[in-house]
Structure formats: structure tokens, C-alpha cells
């Protein structure tokens, strides 16, 4: 475990304790959860978390994050998995024996070391799709940014992490590749899984775009995920009104090719107010706004001459949504009322517009490369990921939700999502499968690497109801608009003055 500068014990934050108000034994009901987990868990995880299999681990139980959201956790991490068990007498034995390995370490979720261990082999199967890409012959055209455009053979590549963590290969003509060779690359043929599809992925992309505007054109409250299955690359349309999806709507996209299912739609998610003492102010950390309400504080960045604080560009009201850059003394962000994160006037940049959603502001206290993961750094950011691509079912983005207080994970769902939803707009999204709600935007979406160092990929800035359907804007890691970089060392440094922080490394996964 990383050690890192440590607050006297009287000034340590003190959290709730993780069996709320229900304490080790007897019926838990929701109301006697904490705040931030009686609106977010599922009846099943309350029900699990009452079951015999898991009475000694709650009798046991020790941890910050509280007990039922943990097993929340659990059970939706795992449902992303065949290899991961949802079995009540397995998850006992795990939750009371807590083993700390690479699953705690890297992901915040407890793991057998046997789970641990296929985890890791999954992560590093992933990590030859790129290869397999190029294998494949498809050209590919991509501005960093922007959405790719490839061949008219290429389908997509993903990976399947609920059939063996195969890797899916999606090809309109299978026999126009050279298989062998991808099999080769894969690992063994029986890693590999091709498919014939019919519609390539640039059709696809169109389609999406096509049924996208002219829902939003009649004013049809709905959206349009692209869901990575077994068949191929599939359009869901979802909307809390299904009906208002008309027939002649669907039409203009082949049958085929799209579903509709009932769900709530992307808003921006704009926490609990936990007060942590000066010394332990860092990312990660619920935040209030003044004027503009409650976000979370995503990372840490510097320029020049000042450190930043960085969150979602649509905490704040107006005028500090769209903000030029420039000095003010009308803006103020607190940590629970108790600390001014930002005193006196301070340089502030924030756009929210056009796809775009970040924010920065010049603060005393964004002067490390911490990453909080409950309580206290146990991370550090030491680079910075452009990503040529965010791999479908592979990678991992975590993170530190200010109105949880804690870390948690999850898989990427969709690349270049496009959303039109008020506040929401854009069409360079990330979809990724991690729990969210209001106040949560502005986290820092991290990835894991190497043990305890994470990158720092995205800011958290929209959601759609739980279980996987948050969204992050890829541009904000752009160089492009950013004139500023992130704090990033291979250790973790305090106290440093922005003159003293080099250029992060690039790591491009």
C-alpha cells in the first residue's frame, strides 16, 4: 500500500461508519441506509446483504464504504462478468474474509485471488485489440477528438467479457481476413470469436446519427445507445415514454438493427456534504459551488504560474457555465461549507458547450497528484491517457464519487456515444458501465495501472439512470483547448508550486 503523509489522528476525517444506522445484526431497511446509498442500491442487494451466507462478513465488517453499497457493488460489477460469482455463500466467504489483493488494490471491489488472477489475463487479452485492429486491414481515419471512420469490412472489435473475454471481431466479409493471424494475436483461436455482420461500422454510426436527429427534431424525449453484442454493434433506443418512439421513426433504420426499452435520460449530474480537514483536501472530494449548487472535484492541474482545480464546466450557474478565462471574486467553491478551496480572486476557465464540459479554477489546494479513494490518498496520477481508442468491454475507468465518498469501477460500454439531451449535447462521449447521480459530475475518471499509480482520462459530466450509463467527455484531455496539464508524478508530491511540475507523460493504451 502506498504510503503518503498522514493528517494528526485528532484532524483525520471521520466517516460514518460503514453499517449505517442498521448496524450488524437485525432487518435492514432503506431508510435506515445512508443518504447516498438508500437512492442509488437495488431491492437485491438490500435482500443480499440481509441473507444468512453474508451474516458473519456483516458482523465483521470494518469498512469505510458502507456494507450494502459494497454488495451493491458487487452484484452489478459482476453481472458484467461470466467468471465473477454472484453466489450468496461465495460472496460471504469473500466479504468477511476481505482479501487484499489487486481487486481491492486496483478496482475498490473485493476479489478472490483466483478472480484476481483472470482479471488481470482478461485486461491483457484486451490489450491486444489495437493489434488486432491493424491486423484486421481496415483503414481507419481519426483526428484525436473526433469520431474514427474505417473500411467498409470493419464491424467493430470488442471484447466479451460474459463469453470467456473473447475478442469479438465484427466483419461485413469474415473471409476477406486473415483469421489465423488474428487467432495468432488473440492468444489461441479459441480466444477469438469472428462474426459476420451486416451492416459495417461507419453504416451504423449513420444509422445512430439518421434516428438521432429525427427524434430530436420531432421532440421525441429518447436516446440512442449503440450496445456491442454477440450479433454485432445494435442501435437501443430508450426513452421513460417508449410509445412516443413511433413506427415510422424506427423505420428509417433497418429492422434489425435497432430495439426500444424504457429508461430515464442523460442530465447533467450536478453529494453528501463530508467534511475532511485541510490537511486531507484533495480530487475526489464532494464540492459546493457559489453560485451553482453541489459537483464533485475531479483532479488536479497547473499551468505555469497556478495549480487548478478541475470539474464538470456545468457546476456553477451563470455566467461560470461559459467563462473566457479571466480573474473573479463572484465565483467561490467550498469543501462542505467549512473550507474555501478557491479565497480571494482567482483565475477561472470553464466552457460548457458544444460537447465540451470542463472546468478550471485556480486554488491553493490543488497543489498535489493525489487521487482520493475513501478517507485519504492511496493514489497517485502519474500520466495522462490519449487514447487512440477506449476498448468496448476491456477497459477499466474508476472513480471517486464526491457523493458516495468512495471508488468504484466499471467497463467501457460505448465509444463516441452522441447524446442531444439538454446540457448533454455532444457526440465525443464515453458510455461506461459505473453507478452515478447528481452531484457526481466532475470526477475524475481514472485507469488503473500499475499499482497505485492511475491515469487520468476524462471528467465525469452526464448521466442516465444506474448500472452503466454514465458518460465522459473525451475532448477535455485534449491538447487542443487545454493550455495547461495535469499534476503527474511517479510518486506522490505535495505542496509543489506549478513551476515545479513537469509535463505529464504520455501513455497511450
Known amino acids: 500500500m502506498l504510503a503518503v503523509p498522514s493528517a494528526p489522528a485528532s484532524a483525520r476525517y471521520d466517516p460514518r461508519p460503514g453499517l449505517g444506522d442498521y448496524g450488524a445484526q437485525g432487518p435492514i431497511d432503506r431508510g435506515l441506509l445512508p443518504e447516498y446509498a438508500a437512492d442509488r442500491v437495488d431491492d437485491r442487494a438490500i435482500a443480499l446483504a440481509q441473507a444468512p451466507q453474508l451474516a458473519a462478513a456483516r458482523t465483521s465488517w470494518n469498512v469505510e464504504m458502507d456494507f450494502v453499497f459494497h454488495v451493491d457493488y458487487q452484484l452489478k ?230 495549480n487548478y482545480l478541475v470539474t464538470a464546466g456545468h457546476c456553477g450557474d451563470p455566467p461560470f457555465e461559459e467563462f473566457a478565462g479571466a480573474f473573479t471574486d463572484d465565483l467561490e467553491i467550498h469543501q462542505n461549507d467549512s473550507f474555501e478551496l478557491t479565497p480571494g480572486s482567482q483565475y477561472l476557465e470553464s466552457r460548457n458547450s458544444a460537447g465540451w464540459d470542463f472546468k478550471r479554477m485556480a486554488s491553493p489546494q490543488a497543489d498535489s497528484n493525489c487521487y482520493h479513494a475513501v478517507g485519504s490518498c492511496i493514489r497517485y496520477v502519474q500520466w495522462r491517457a490519449f487514447h487512440n481508442s477506449w476498448e468496448v468491454g476491456s477497459d477499466i475507468v474508476c472513480a471517486s464519487l464526491g457523493t458516495t465518498n468512495t471508488y468504484v469501477c466499471g467497463t467501457v460500454a460505448e465509444e463516441n456515444y452522441s447524446s442531444t439531451a439538454a446540457g448533454c449535447e455532444g457526440s465525443r462521449w464515453v458510455r461506461y458501465n459505473v453507478d452515478t447521480t447528481n452531484g457526481d459530475s466532475g470526477s475524475g475518471l481514472i485507469g488503473p495501472v500499475a499499482s497505485p499509480a492511475v491515469t487520468i482520462d476524462a471528467i465525469h459530466a452526464c448521466g442516465s439512470g444506474t448500472s452503466g450509463f454514465g458518460n465522459t467527455a473525451f475532448d477535455v484531455m485534449t491538447q487542443t483547448i487545454l493550455t495547461w496539464d495535469f499534476n503527474c508524478a511517479n510518486s506522490v508530491v505535495t505542496g509543489r508550486a506549478p513551476t515545479a511540475w513537469a509535463a505529464c507523460p504520455v501513455l497511450d493504451r
Open 77 to 306: 460489477f459482476r453481472s458484467q462478468t461470466d467468471y465473477l460469482s454472484t453466489d450468496p455463500s461465495h460472496l460471504g466467504a469473500l466479504l468477511k474474509n476481505r482479501p487484499q489483493n489487486l481487486g481491492i488494490d486496483t478496482l475498490g471491489l473485493y476479489m478472490t485471488d483466483g478472480e484476481a488472477a483472470e482479471f488481470t489475463r482478461r485486461q491483457e487479452r484486451g490489450d491486444r485489440i489495437p493489434l488486432i485492429r491493424a491486423a484486421i486491414g481496415e483503414s481507419e481515419s481519426k483526428v484525436e477528438g473526433q469520431e474514427p471512420r474505417y473500411g467498409p469490412n470493419f464491424g467493430g472489435v470488442w471484447q466479451d467479457q460474459l463469453d470467456g473475454g473473447a475478442i469479438v471481431v465484427a466483419l461485413v466479409d469474415p473471409s476477406r481476413a486473415d483469421q489465423a493471424r488474428l487467432a495468432q494475436i488473440a492468444g489461441g483461436k479459441e480466444h477469438l470469436r469472428v462474426i459476420d455482420v451486416e451492416y459495417s461500422w461507419n453504416q451504423v454510426q449513420g444509422y445512430r446519427d439518421t434516428l438521432l436527429a429525427a427524434l430530436d427534431k420531432r421532440g421525441v424525449p429518447a436516446g440512442v445507445r449503440v450496445n456491442s453484442t454477440g450479433q454485432g454493434r445494435k442501435l437501443e433506443v430508450f426513452s421513460p415514454d417508449p410509445k412516443s418512439v413511433t413506427s415510422d421513426l424506427l423505420g428509417l433504420v433497418p429492422g434489425s438493427l435497432v430495439s426500444v426499452v424504457e429508461g430515464p435520460l442523460d442530465v447533467e449530474e450536478a453529494p453528501p456534504t463530508d467534511t475532511h480537514p485541510e490537511a486531507e483536501q484533495q480530487p475526489g472530494l464532494s464540492i459546493e459551488l457559489d453560485p451553482g449548487g453541489t459537483c464533485t472535484w475531479g483532479i488536479n492541474g497547473h499551468s505555469t504560474v497556478w
